[in-house]
C-alpha cells in the first residue's frame, strides 16, 4: 500500500492544453516535495511545499498543498513537449524516510 | 548533470550471484541515500548514511547491504540475486541528515538485470 497515491497513472494531451496531477493521502506531512523524471534519468526536485494551503508556482507549474496538509496537486499551464516525463510526489512525515507516490506519466504530443 | 556519479550504468548477471554498486556524492555533501525503482513497487527508499554512519533503514532487504566510505562514497551490494531484483538503483546525496529538509539530488541510476 502507497503511502501517497497519485492520479491519474497516465495522462496524454496535446500541446497547449493544461493537466491536473493529484497526490493523496491519509496521513499529514510537514512538507510534501514534486519531482520529475525523465527516461534514463533521475529524478529532479521541482518543488517542496510546507505549509497548509501554500501555492507555488513554477513558470507554467503551479504545486498547491492542502490545508490539512495530506494533498497536493500539480497544474501545468499550456503544456509543452518539454513536460512530458515521470512526475512523482514525494513526502516524509517525519523528515525520516522519503516516501514516494507511484508516479503520473505525463506525455504531451506536438 | 546533479553532480552525482554512479557506475555501472547497466549491469547484467544471474540469478544467485552478487553484486556491486557505487556511488559518488556531490562535492560537499554528506548524506548518501538509495532507492531501488521497478515498475510494480515505484520508487523506494532502501537506506541512508550520513558522513559514514548509516541513519535510516527502508525497505531493504537482508541480502543487500550498503556502507559509506571515509571519502564519503557509498558502495550497495546485492547477494543472492533473485529475478525480482531487476530495477533501477538510485543514489542521491544531500548536505544534510534530513530526508526532505535537505534537497536530494539524484545521480542517474544504474539498471541492474538478473537472467
Known amino acids: 500500500t502507497q503511502l501517497l497515491e497519485q492520479s491519474p497513472q497516465f495522462l496524454s494531451i496535446q500541446e497547449g492544453e493544461n493537466l491536473t496531477v493529484y497526490c493523496n493521502s491519509s496521513s499529514v506531512f510537514s512538507s510534501l516535495q514534486w519531482y520529475r523524471q525523465e527516461p534514463g534519468e533521475g529524478p529532479v526536485l521541482l518543488v517542496t511545499?510546507?505549509?497548509?494551503?501554500e501555492v507555488k508556482k513554477l513558470k507554467r507549474l503551479t504545486f498547491q498543498f492542502g490545508d490539512a496538509r495530506k494533498d497536493s496537486s500539480l497544474h501545468i499551464t499550456a503544456a509543452q513537449p518539454g513536460d512530458t516525463g515521470l512526475y512523482l510526489c514525494?513526502?516524509?512525515?517525519?523528515?525520516?524516510?522519503?516516501?514516494f507516490g507511484a508516479g503520473t506519466t505525463v506525455t504531451v504530443r506536438a | 548533470d546533479s553532480g552525482v556519479t554512479q557506475t555501472p550504468k547497466h549491469l547484467i548477471t544471474a540469478t544467485g550471484q552478487r553484486v556491486t554498486l557505487r556511488c559518488s556524492p556531490r562535492s560537499g555533501d554528506l548524506s548518501v541515500y538509495w532507492y531501488q525503482q521497478s515498475l510494480d513497487q515505484g520508487l523506494q527508499f532502501l537506506i541512508q548514511?550520513?558522513?559514514?554512519?548509516?541513519?535510516a533503514k527502508g525497505n531493504i532487504l537482508e541480502r543487500f547491504s550498503a556502507q559509506q566510505f571515509p571519502d564519503l562514497h557509498s558502495e550497495l551490494n546485492l547477494s543472492s540475486l533473485e529475478l525480482g531484483d531487476s530495477a533501477l538503483y538510485f543514489c542521491?546525496?544531500?548536505?544534510?541528515?534530513?530526508?526532505?529538509?535537505?534537497?536530494?539530488?539524484f545521480g542517474p541510476g544504474t539498471r541492474l538485470t538478473v537472467t
Open positions: 514525494a513526502g516524509s512525515p517525519n523528515d525520516y524516510k522519503l516516501s
Open positions: 542521491a546525496s544531500s548536505v544534510g541528515q534530513g530526508a526532505i529538509v535537505y534537497e536530494q539530488y
Open positions: 548514511y550520513y558522513n559514514g554512519e548509516e541513519r
Open positions: 511545499v510546507v505549509t497548509g494551503g
